[in-house]
């Protein structure tokens, strides 16, 4: 029995974590907001909802307390916010709020720093554990993105996963920072990846894909580590 921990999951990839990665008997505690539908879905899988404000110092004291000292195999922080007239055809970095900025950098990077610190010590108690940061290919060099502070949370990201890999090594946890480019999150899990494909004419990736790769390698072997996968569409010429 796996015991799986899903930030941001009440829709689009988060849900798709959350239906998609437990197996009967498996529990999975899903981190967000708004109520996830994923609740509702009798599978043999336990689901238990932590409503959770991260841009809110205090979330990552008030996800461990719900734990309750319970062990964690995989964590996924999938968590990505971005500015609000971003990747528009009108977005105008110069007229960014600067407290929009200061929230998207605390949602982004500081309050991954924040709960994997807190859930560490739940994730040791696993014979083989697993960190997955959900980053973007809007966060490697040269994808001519001009959101600056969400590109900059997305580089950070990678950053905390490099470092928080050297720290976690000695405990035998794998880090695995995932940048995926433009995903299909609009279509539900459950409708499957060829309506995604189809709906977006193959341009953007189908939820699914990105559960099969975080499938595959939470099942390897302790000796690999996957350090990073960067996963755009296949006719995205800027990634």
């Given at each position: 029995m796996k015991h799986f921990i899903v930030f941001g999951a009440s829709k689009g990839l988060g849900d798709a974590f959350a239906k998609g990665l437990p197996e009967p008997g498996d529990k999975v505690w899903?981190?967000?907001?708004?109520?996830?539908?994923s609740l509702e879905r009798e599978d043999g899988v336990q689901r238990c909802w932590?409503?959770?404000?991260l841009s809110d110092d205090a979330a990552s004291g008030q996800i461990t307390a719900a734990l309750q000292g319970e062990r964690l195999d995989v964590l996924i922080y999938n968590v990505g916010i971005w500015e609000s007239s971003g990747f528009s055809a009108d977005y105008d970095f110069e007229q960014d709020?600067?407290?929009e900025i200061a929230n998207l950098i605390h949602v982004n990077v500081t309050s991954p720093i924040l709960c994997i610190q807190q859930l560490l010590p739940h994730l040791k108690k696993s014979e083989k554990a697993n960190i997955f940061l959900i980053g973007s290919s809007a966060g490697l060099e040269n994808t001519n993105?001009?959101?600056?502070?969400?590109?900059?949370?997305?580089?950070g990201l990678r950053g905390i996963s490099h470092s928080l890999r050297e720290h976690a090594?000695?405990?035998?946890?794998?880090?695995?920072?995932?940048?995926?480019?433009?995903?299909?999150?609009?279509?539900?899990?459950?409708?499957?990846?060829d309506t995604a494909v189809s709906a977006y004419g193959g341009t953007r990736i189908p939820v699914q894909d990105i559960v099969s790769l975080v499938k595959?390698?939470?099942s390897l072997s302790k000796v690999s580590c996957v350090k990073e996968i960067d996963i755009p569409a296949m006719t995205d010429t800027n990634a």
């Amino acid at each position: 029995m796996k015991h799986f921990i899903v930030f941001g999951a009440s829709k689009g990839l988060g849900d798709a974590f959350a239906k998609g990665l437990p197996e009967p008997g498996d529990k999975v505690w899903i981190v967000s907001r708004s109520r996830p539908r994923s609740l509702e879905r009798e599978d043999g899988v336990q689901r238990c909802w932590i409503e959770a404000d991260l841009s809110d110092d205090a979330a990552s004291g008030q996800i461990t307390a719900a734990l309750q000292g319970e062990r964690l195999d995989v964590l996924i922080y999938n968590v990505g916010i971005w500015e609000s007239s971003g990747f528009s055809a009108d977005y105008d970095f110069e007229q960014d709020d600067p407290q929009e900025i200061a929230n998207l950098i605390h949602v982004n990077v500081t309050s991954p720093i924040l709960c994997i610190q807190q859930l560490l010590p739940h994730l040791k108690k696993s014979e083989k554990a697993n960190i997955f940061l959900i980053g973007s290919s809007a966060g490697l060099e040269n994808t001519n993105n001009s959101q600056v502070s969400f590109v900059a949370s997305k580089f950070g990201l990678r950053g905390i996963s490099h470092s928080l890999r050297e720290h976690a090594r000695k405990y035998g946890i794998g880090v695995t920072c995932i940048n995926p480019g433009e995903l299909a999150a609009e279509v539900p899990y459950e409708a499957g990846a060829d309506t995604a494909v189809s709906a977006y004419g193959g341009t953007r990736i189908p939820v699914q894909d990105i559960v099969s790769l975080v499938k595959c390698i939470a099942s390897l072997s302790k000796v690999s580590c996957v350090k990073e996968i960067d996963i755009p569409a296949m006719t995205d010429t800027n990634a």
